[in-house]
């Protein structure tokens, strides 16, 4: 089943731009993840963010985390073309902590 | 350093042949995943393995699918009688501990005609 939902499902903005991604997740977690696929790759994680953390900086990646309304956002300021790939949001199961499970993903397209 | 690295990259197959996935993962990295991934779709979670044992296999599909990790490093991801509906990538994971983040291989691209 799918925990998380992201939004908006596809993104294209200008180089230089910034691009901002939201997730919104239906149980309670401890910890809430992003990561990026590029296309025909694996994913690569970026940030995680735990249930008593309000806000995350990693780069020119910025998470929010708002636990009452149970959703996420990640800013990627100043984007390059190279941002280009997919993203994903990810929270443990609540039965099983160690299974992650992602949205559908939000498709990024910075235009050069 | 190496990451997790997975073979074959791209696997086509007759529906009701058997196939074999692997899975090398990170060294050291005590757990390992499998999740699968359709076509503008975020991974599903099959099976995670804490050392040699399926600590999880709640995401299995049936038992058609089944793994095997025998000295808690390389894992191999089995399908039997494979159907058409089990096309999709298959994504291999691991980590340092179960709490830690994933790194993921490339996947396995698996096409059952």
């Known amino acids: 089943s799918q925990q998380g939902e992201e939004d908006p499902q596809a993104l294209s903005i200008q180089e230089g731009e910034n691009a901002t991604m939201n997730c919104s997740y239906k149980t309670s977690i401890n910890n809430l993840q992003w990561y990026r696929q590029n296309s025909g790759r694996g994913l690569v994680h970026l940030i995680l963010i735990r249930s008593n953390e309000r806000e995350k900086h990693s780069g020119r990646l910025r998470v929010t985390l708002d636990t009452s309304k149970k959703s996420s956002s990640l800013l990627i300021t100043a984007s390059r073309a190279a941002d280009t790939a997919s993203y994903f949001c990810a929270t443990p199961d609540s039965g099983s902590a160690r299974q992650l499970t992602f949205g559908s993903g939000t498709q990024l397209t910075v235009l050069p | 350093g190496a990451g997790v690295s997975q073979t074959p990259s791209n696997k086509v197959t007759e529906k009701g042949k058997y196939v074999e996935l692997r899975c090398d993962p990170i060294?050291?990295?005590?757990?390992l995943y499998w999740y699968r991934q359709s076509l503008g779709q975020g991974p599903e979670f099959l099976i995670y393995f804490q050392g040699t044992g399926a600590a999880d296999d709640s995401g299995l599909p049936n038992d058609r699918f089944f793994a095997v990790r025998p000295e808690g490093s390389v894992s191999t991801l089995k399908i039997q009688r494979t159907e058409r509906g089990d096309s999709a990538v298959y994504l291999c994971?691991?980590?340092?501990?179960?709490?830690?983040?994933?790194?993921f291989g490339n996947g396995t691209r698996l096409t059952v005609t």
């Open positions: 994971a691991s980590s340092q501990t179960g709490d830690s983040p994933l790194h």
């Open positions: 060294s050291g990295h005590t757990a």
